[in-house]
């Protein structure tokens, strides 16, 4: 990679800082339309950027639908006015009620929710009838994720009649999430996807036997993108895609999306050989073991240590000069995860021609924000 990254006004910069660079955005953006036949079976995933700024430019691009895992980042997506989006998540009654409220204050918006039981399907039917809505939900099925989701089998069956019985509630679709495919081999990869998608085919089949009627299928993230994206009549919903980061960088090279956020950070001491930068536990991912957290753009040569919350402290290797790193240095890096980090920010820098101009604000972060 070239110096794409570096900005010319860092001296005003405070650090830890995370910079996002809103060309490369757009690109990614206009990667995944090519990637697909139609935007309209786009439904990205918000959870990586929850930013208006960034919504405001996949609507501008002609994608209308979304997908979204908290209340916080479902209010965001209806103050942009989206057109439809999916709480991929199954509502307790108290978030279900924040969600009606979301239904009652942003009517050009449709929401819809996720459920796998029946013990829930009856609690928001009950609620729904009482507040006076049509509540529209999508079954969470179980392919491999083994999270959430119910089996597609017998149980879906049964579940999916009894949510058509129930008053205030309206079937919308299916929903399927294989995030546990990572496979880096690209033939392997699609194996493991196609077995998940047989599961859904066949419970597909089944349904359409027991007059269930159509129904919207919204599967896959960021992984297994491409494969589904071939599918005519289903909705996709990566994520990642939006920001990249340095992991999918590694495991997914078939897909051809731009790093567009980036870590700032800088050297703040030099004890005893080591170096230690600002970019502790509060300014990156931390769930990955320690030496998967960053990748250092501008000094590869670094390995890390140690880290904690403010601090992480790395080493150069033994053969290069012990100054070539001096405090206040400025490194550049990418997260191996970028969803997590983004959270981690208030805001985030947006950088044009090498200078950061101005800040957006990371909206849904937030638990919530009016409901």
Same mark, same amino acid.
């Given at each position: 990679?070239?110096?794409?990254?570096?900005?010319?006004?860092?001296?005003? $910069?405070?650090?830890?800082?995370?910079?996002?660079?809103?060309?490369? @955005?757009?690109? /990614? *953006?206009? #990667?995944?339309?090519?990637? &697909?036949?139609?935007?309209?079976?786009?439904?990205?995933?918000?959870?990586?950027?929850?930013?208006?700024?960034?919504?405001?430019?996949?609507?501008?691009?002609?994608?209308?639908?979304?997908?979204?895992?908290?209340?916080?980042?479902?209010?965001?997506?209806?103050?942009?006015?989206?057109?439809?989006?999916?709480?991929?998540?199954?509502?307790?009654?108290?978030?279900?009620?924040?969600?009606?409220?979301?239904?009652?204050?942003?009517?050009?918006?449709?929401?819809?929710?996720?459920?796998?039981?029946?013990?829930?399907?009856?609690?928001?039917?009950? $609620?729904?009838?009482?507040?006076?809505?049509?509540?529209?939900?999508? @079954?969470?099925? /179980? *392919?491999? #994720?083994?999270?959430?989701? &119910?089996?597609?089998?017998?149980?879906?069956?049964?579940?999916?009649?009894?949510?058509?019985?129930?008053?205030?509630?309206?079937?919308?679709?299916?929903?399927?999430?294989?995030?546990?495919?990572?496979?880096?081999?690209?033939?392997?990869?699609?194996?493991?996807?196609?077995?998940?998608?047989?599961?859904?085919?066949?419970?597909?089949?089944?349904?359409?036997?027991?007059?269930?009627?159509?129904?919207?299928?919204?599967?896959?993230?960021?992984?297994?993108?491409?494969?589904?994206?071939?599918?005519?009549?289903?909705?996709?919903?990566?994520?990642?895609?939006?920001?990249?980061?340095?992991?999918?960088?590694?495991?997914?090279?078939?897909?051809?999306?731009?790093?567009?956020?980036?870590?700032?950070?800088?050297?703040?001491?030099?004890?005893?050989?080591?170096?230690?930068?600002?970019?502790?536990?509060?300014?990156?991912?931390?769930?990955?073991?320690?030496?998967?957290?960053?990748?250092?753009?501008?000094?590869?040569?670094?390995?890390?240590?140690?880290?904690?919350?403010?601090?992480?402290?790395?080493?150069?290797?033994?053969?290069?000069?012990?100054?070539?790193?001096?405090?206040?240095?400025?490194?550049?890096?990418?997260?191996?995860?970028?969803?997590?980090?983004?959270?981690?920010?208030?805001?985030?820098?947006?950088?044009?021609?090498?200078?950061?101009?101005?800040?957006?604000?990371?909206?849904?972060?937030?638990?919530?924000?009016?409901?």
């Amino acid at each position: 990679m070239d110096n794409w990254f570096e900005i010319e006004n860092s001296d005003s $910069v405070d650090s830890p800082v995370l910079l996002v660079y809103p060309e490369r @955005i757009l690109a /990614n *953006i206009r #990667m995944l339309k090519s990637m &697909i036949d139609d935007p309209r079976r786009l439904r990205p995933h918000v959870k990586t950027h929850k930013m208006a700024e960034v919504t405001a430019m996949l609507l501008a691009e002609g994608i209308e639908k979304f997908k979204c895992a908290t209340i916080a980042e479902a209010e965001m997506l209806g103050q942009c006015v989206a057109r439809d989006v999916l709480l991929a998540y199954q509502p307790t009654q108290v978030k279900l009620y924040r969600l009606i409220e979301l239904i009652k204050k942003y009517p050009q918006t449709t929401f819809s929710c996720l459920v796998d039981n029946p013990t829930s399907a009856l609690m928001m039917a009950q $609620v729904a009838t009482e507040q006076g809505i049509e509540l529209e939900v999508f @079954i969470d099925l /179980n *392919i491999g #994720m083994n999270r959430t989701g &119910i089996s597609p089998d017998e149980s879906t069956l049964e579940l999916a009649k009894l949510i058509v019985s129930l008053p205030s509630l309206k079937l919308r679709g299916l929903h399927a999430y294989d995030g546990q495919i990572h496979t880096q081999d690209l033939a392997l990869r699609e194996i493991e996807c196609e077995a998940g998608f047989d599961l859904v085919t066949h419970l597909v089949n089944r349904l359409k036997a027991e007059s269930i009627g159509t129904l919207d299928i919204v599967i896959g993230g960021t992984p297994t993108f491409p494969f589904h994206a071939k599918r005519p009549n289903v909705e996709c919903s990566p994520g990642t895609f939006i920001f990249w980061d340095f992991g999918y960088l590694n495991d997914c090279p078939e897909q051809k999306f731009l790093p567009a956020a980036v870590l700032m950070t800088r050297v703040i001491s030099r004890p005893e050989g080591r170096i230690c930068l600002d970019l502790g536990h509060k300014a990156v991912a931390s769930e990955n073991p320690l030496l998967s957290r960053v990748h250092f753009l501008n000094a590869a040569h670094l390995h890390l240590e140690s880290h904690s919350e403010e601090h992480l402290v790395v080493k150069e290797k033994d053969s290069l000069p012990e100054n070539t790193l001096k405090i206040g240095d400025v490194l550049y890096a990418l997260p191996i995860h970028i969803c997590p980090t983004v959270a981690l920010y208030e805001k985030v820098a947006w950088v044009q021609n090498r200078k950061v101009e101005g800040y957006w604000q990371v909206t849904a972060r937030n638990r919530a924000l009016s409901i």
